[in-house]
Antibody
């Protein structure tokens, strides 16, 4: 069974940093791209970042470029999100998700973690 | 960025009703369109991928159709466990983008 378990969330002040982790099990971690997706309180889903299986391709949403860094450690079956210069608008539930892909290129988030809460407030 | 627009934003329906949710992309995304269901306090789960493929374990009352810019999610006979929020999402290009969600409530 695929399991994704996020950790590292918490309450921080604006300008501070946090590092989120996502521990994966139940699948061959280094075969899959991974994503971070967030959801502000009472709002919709917002894609944050992705990383390919070998870290060779990385993408970010414009609103986190230059502040957040995604990385992975395939030996530890773990995904990370280093978040710097946090803003109040970064307050959200952060999910990691595994990406499945078809030979024709269509891809989707087939497994999600339970999420970790990040609150940025003074 | 590709904008995804869902309609309606919310709807009220009864058990047994047929429910249709639409999603429009701001440009051609071929069939790179997925549908997710989210219940309060839970992570989203995929229902439909690649516009019309049913995810394993998802009841057959859920179906998806469309290509290009216009897509639909249909629930053929609404069940009590289907009251939730539904999101479309394009996987054609980065940044991946979601629709704003459609909340399906009990009438």
């Amino acid at each position: 069974e695929v399991q994704l378990v996020e950790s590292g969330g918490g309450l921080v002040q604006p300008g501070w940093s946090l590092r989120l982790s996502c521990a994966a099990s139940g699948f061959t971690f280094d075969d899959y791209a991974m994503h971070w997706i967030r959801q502000a309180p009472g709002k919709g889903l917002e894609w944050v970042s992705d990383i390919s299986w070998n870290s060779g391709s990385i993408g970010y949403a414009d609103f986190v470029k230059g502040r957040f860094t995604i990385s992975r450690d395939n030996a530890k079956k773990s995904l990370y999100l280093e978040m710097n210069s946090l803003r109040t608008e970064d307050t959200a539930f952060y999910y990691c998700a595994k990406a499945e892909v078809m030979a024709t290129g269509e891809n989707w988030f087939d497994s999600w973690g339970q999420g970790t809460q990040v609150t940025v407030s003074s | 960025d590709i904008q995804m627009t869902q309609s309606p934003s919310s709807l009220s329906a009864s058990v047994g009703d047929r429910v249709i949710i639409t999603c429009r992309a701001s440009q051609n995304i071929r069939r790179h369109l997925n549908w997710y269901q989210q219940k309060p306090g839970k992570a989203p789960k995929v229902l439909i991928y690649a516009a019309s493929s049913l995810q394993s374990g998802v009841p057959s009352r859920f179906s998806g159709s469309g290509s290009g810019t216009d897509f639909t999610l249909t629930i053929s006979s609404l069940q009590p466990e289907d009251f939730a929020t539904y999101y479309c999402q394009q996987s054609y290009s980065t940044p991946r983008t979601f629709g704003q969600g459609t909340k399906v409530e009990i009438k």
